[in-house]
């Protein structure tokens, strides 16, 4: 029955963390319904493999409910589900690329190498999953073999619906985990041949430690890149050419990307609107002090964002505003209407009953079921007296298909959750049942008999009839925003003009750079697929028409502006990013024209805006941090560990001036050079490196995601 799922579903056995290891990030869960796109089935392209829109969509609902039960859910917002989607197509992706790099290197990873890695039981991922040993917390391989043969030899006809599908989803979250562990294993190979590969000698080592270990202290003085106004420095196109071909590889993109402006127009409240909420709940509230029954059906016509619940909960799950005022308040008291500014909302509550209820319950149950429904009346009556009249619990319970194991709840799984009558009762017969005493509970077409084993954490519990009413616009109010912006839209069909006329119609225009069709929001705003794709597929200059978007509160109109290509980056595009580099490198170089020759830091200090520091313990491997120009500075690191004692360094181009060094001291830290540390230090680089080689991958691989057209 649901109410089983339910609390299943909420039990520790289903609590764990999926890690998709190095090249793999948790995310959410996410789906809408697949539409074609002009016939086209296909929503990426890796290295010449296509993914169809159906097997991603299996992937995706793969993934989704593995983090609905490892996370406790039953459904997932927006955010949620991009986010899973994001996650299956890195995924995808990322599978792709080391599978075809593992082919060339001949890694693999073999059913008998899997097989040593389960029943070796401490992976991660294995140490996370529901088959765990109760008393060490540890893996338990009996135990997953134990349910893999209940699986194997389940009869679906004798079993009730409820335990079949719980037995179906968790053999699917096992053969995730499974398919998960194989690609985590294949990615952590290739990781440590990348990782082999960086251990060079000990030579290299001891330089490694070295650097790390000789601390440098020293005098310093310079002058900071502040102290020349910008607008002295010309920057020319040759200057910012010369610089971009120097820097051209690190401006590669791997997507074609777009530059847009667009006008969002988001709809508020009038004033109008706000007096009429305040009017209706001002009403509410007068009702609501003479309703003394069916509480649900009056909280629901009121409108109010929160509905009641027949099961007493803590204050923590009320809204703020309402546990914030309930020890001023009196049982059956309303209080209200009151205005709260928090989430723009009017309210009025009534305290309907005060308890005290655990936050924890330890019980176990039968489920009782038969042909007809006076049959399973009779069998739960016989079996319910049985039990009362001295018989085993947990053998009756395998008498009919169930372990009679006892479970532990917790009041989180059902606080704040939205039940129904069945699912209500059955919690309030958890809590009022008195321990160790039997209760025969019909719910639905069954019977359950309980029994309540233990209770703790004994707190405080309300039940509240809250009116909670956010302040929106009315339909005249959105009405007329649209109107206004519509015929705005109508007479601007150019970005020129939009540009031109926006300020004195009052609309903003915003330019964003370099969008992607990975992204799921355009400007930031929810549900605006449509627009990206009208992005995608429009030709510069062009004005999309309006789109209503957001949480139908948002108006907005977008005008292409250029289409960027896959490959590198146009100079145009990253002057603006190059333009402060080449600021101050002019400036270094007319500082460093000024020091030319000299030799003493006292010549430096003599300079006009000079500044002059000590700086202790600098080391080779960590930049210095010069707190005269308030910078990390890893090219003074880099001069300090070569500059003798007493000797005075040349102009040394920093990040944040030009300065001139004379080191006082030098001494070794007190750490003790030990060669396999440095090999580990240096394998703990490999996941970086791994990471930049899946970058270049993805560069000499063709990867597209047309995802876009599709979800």
Known sequence: MATLQTIRSKGPLLVIVIGLALFAFIAGDAWKILQPHQGKQEVGEVNGKTLSAQDYQQMVDELSEVIKMTNNLSSLNEDQLNNIKDQVWDNY???????????????????????????EGTNQLLMQTPFRNPQTGAFDKDMLKKFLVDYANLDASKMPAQYVEYYQKMYSFWKFVEKTLRQTTLAQKYQNLIAKSLISNPVQAEDNFNG????????????????????????????????????????????????????????????????????EVTEYSNQLATVNSDFPTFVRSTGSSVSYSDVPVGKTVLPSDVAARLDSTAINEVYGPYYNQADDSYNAFKIVAKTTAPDSIQFRQIQVYADTEAKTTTLADSIYNAL??????????????????????????????????????????????????????????????????????????????IVKRPVEFSKETYSNAYNKFSQFVAQNTTLENMEKNAEEAGYTITPRTNLRSSEHYVGGVKSTREALKWIFDAKPGEVS???????????????????????????????????PEVIRDKKAAKIMDQMKGFTSLDQVKGMQ???????????????????????????????????????????????????????????????????????????AMAPRYAQQCLFELQLKNNVEDKRYLFF
């Open 93 to 119: 992706v990322t599978n792709e690329l080391l599978a075809n790099e593992a082919k060339k290197l001949g890694l693999k990873v073999t059913d008998a190498e899997l097989q040593s890695i389960i029943d």
């Open 545 to 579: 028409p309006l789109y209503e978007c957001g949480e139908n509160d948002h108006l907005l109109v977008v005008a292409l502006e250029a289409v960027n290509p896959k490959g590198y980056a146009s100079l145009n595009q990253v002057a603006d990013m190059l333009r």
């Open 212 to 279: 790390r270990n000789d601390q440098t202290d020293l005098l310093l003085a310079g002058v900071p890149y502040s102290s020349i106004s910008d607008s002295t420095i010309t920057v020319t196109n040759d200057d910012l050419k010369k610089l971009y071909d120097t820097r051209k590889e690190s401006f590669k993109q791997l997507v074609e990307t777009r530059d847009i402006k667009f006008i969002d127009v988001h709809v508020v409240p009038s004033d109008a609107d706000r007096q009429e909420v305040q009017k």
């Open 388 to 465: 009362k009249s001295g018989a085993d619990f947990a053998e009756i319970a395998k008498k009919y298909g169930q372990t009679g194991e006892s479970t532990w709840v917790n009041a989180m799984s059902w606080e704040g959750a939205n039940l129904d009558n069945e699912n209500a009762k059955f919690i309030n017969t958890l809590i009022s049942q008195p321990v160790n005493e039997l209760a025969n509970v019909k719910l639905g077409q069954g019977n359950l008999i309980l029994q309540v084993m233990d209770k703790k954490a004994m707190k405080d519990k309300y039940k509240v009839a």
């Open 609 to 683: 805006n000079a500044v002059s520091d000590s700086v202790k313990h600098v080391t080779f491997s960590a930049p210095a941090y010069v707190s005269v120009t308030r910078g990390s500075e890893p090219a003074v690191s880099a001069y300090a560990s070569k500059t003798e004692v007493n000797k005075v360094s040349g102009p040394i181009k920093g990040f944040s001036g030009v300065y001139m060094i004379q080191p006082y001291s030098k001494e070794k830290g007190a750490e003790t050079f030990d060669v396999k540390k440095e090999e580990e230090s240096v394998k």
